[in-house]
């Protein structure tokens, strides 16, 4: 039955109908307002029309006839009332935002590498666009320039780019959930092969070692060479600091936090590590700053030791690629059991049963075996001879500083 303007001033408590969705809503506090119930989108909506002491019940009818027109025509008052409420950051604010807070439990390494690919690749694309106005074509035309040129951190870039958007909407800046799926289909196919790092073979990293030592030293050549000894990886160089290195029992303790398997890491250094600790040791800036540093505070780029490799010419191979080389020659010229190496690469079992009996971490051995792996880098190109294939005794450790 339809409301009269009597009703209205008496109708008690409760949902009170006028006809096609025009309701009284009558609280218990007495306060009256108009309420239009619509369906839009499959979903059922009420969209307030004002109190009864502003809007009169002919005022209600006519205005629910032009609300019923505007959705009809594809107006969404919801939409726009929260527009209208909430200030949309701007993608690059929105990003900044996330990384905030998501990466307080990420490593040092992939924090920053995180938000350098988005200030680098995107941010001067797209940063200044509305969070909200960031969808799927968007998305295309922001990596094509970079999809086949380095195809392995677009796709990253591109998983990122889900994070953020999927991070705006839980904070009510994008209404409704962006799915990146449809992106691969408006860009070219990648050709590249995905999988393990480019390595250089085994047999040519000492004469790789022996241009390094042989050029003027600087820290970038030195973190590469610390690099290949020690079969570690970049970032592990790069934040190592002097506090975490005993030199007088040749050990290097990498603290679980900077680790990959958030386990410590006890390194055995072999003499040529030694000594090359020993000389940047007398060049440090202070004593518990990053070794690898030209100032002992801020790190070395995570691109300086490949670019070290590119101008020498030496094009694909990378810098983790040289863990598969120690792998190799562990494999091809040292009896050492597979599982000594993988310790000293800090890999983990993949069995956990296997894992938790496998309680020794084969320190002895993994210090012969740097040893020996040194001992070969450090030969001369062309030198003849195999390496022995039993393990041979550590030359004496210099003593401590």
Known sequence: MALTTLKVKTAKPGRHTDGRGLCLLVKDSGARTWVLRMQKDGR?????????????????????????????????????????????????????TCHETLGEGWKGGHHAKWLASFEKHLFPRIGKKPVDQVD?????????????????????????????????????????????????KGLPRQNDKRGHMEAMPYVDVPALMTKLAAAASTTGRDALRFTIYNAVRSNETRFAVWPE????????????????????????????????LRKRWDERANDTGLVFSNNGEKPISDMTMT???????????????????????????????????????????????????????????????????????????????????????????PHAA
């Open 44 to 96: 059922r909506r009420d969209y307030g029309l004002g109190s009864v002491f502003d809007v009169s019940l002919a005022e209600a009818r006519e205005a629910a006839v032009a609300l019923r027109r505007r959705v009809r025509e594809g107006f969404d008052p919801v939409a726009e009332k929260q527009k209208a409420r909430k200030i949309v950051p701007t993608f690059e604010a929105a990003t900044r």
């Open 136 to 184: 799927s074509p968007l998305v295309v035309e922001a990596l094509a320039p970079i999809w086949l040129e380095i195809p392995e951190t677009a796709r990253r870039i591109l998983q990122r780019i889900s994070v953020v958007l999927d991070f705006a909407h839980i904070k009510g800046w994008v209404p409704e959930e962006v799915s990146l799926r449809s992106v691969r």
């Open 245 to 276: 290195f005993d030199l007088g029992k040749a050990i290097w303790i990498i603290p679980g936090e900077r680790m990959k398997a958030r386990e410590t890491h006890v390194v055995p250094l072999s003499p040529s590590v030694v000594a090359l």
């Open 307 to 397: 670019k070290l490799l590119r101008d020498d010419g030496i094009e694909g191979v990378t810098v983790h690629g040289f863990r598969s080389a120690f792998t190799d020659w562990a494999a091809e010229r040292t009896r050492f059991p597979k599982e000594v190496a993988d310790k000293a690469l800090a890999h983990k079992l993949p069995n956990k049963v296997e894992a938790a009996y496998r309680r020794t971490d084969f320190f002895e051995k993994r210090r012969t075996l740097m040893a020996r792996w040194a001992a070969f880098l450090d030969k001369a190109p062309g030198q003849a001879g195999e390496d022995s294939p039993t393990p041979s005794p550590l030359p004496p450790m």
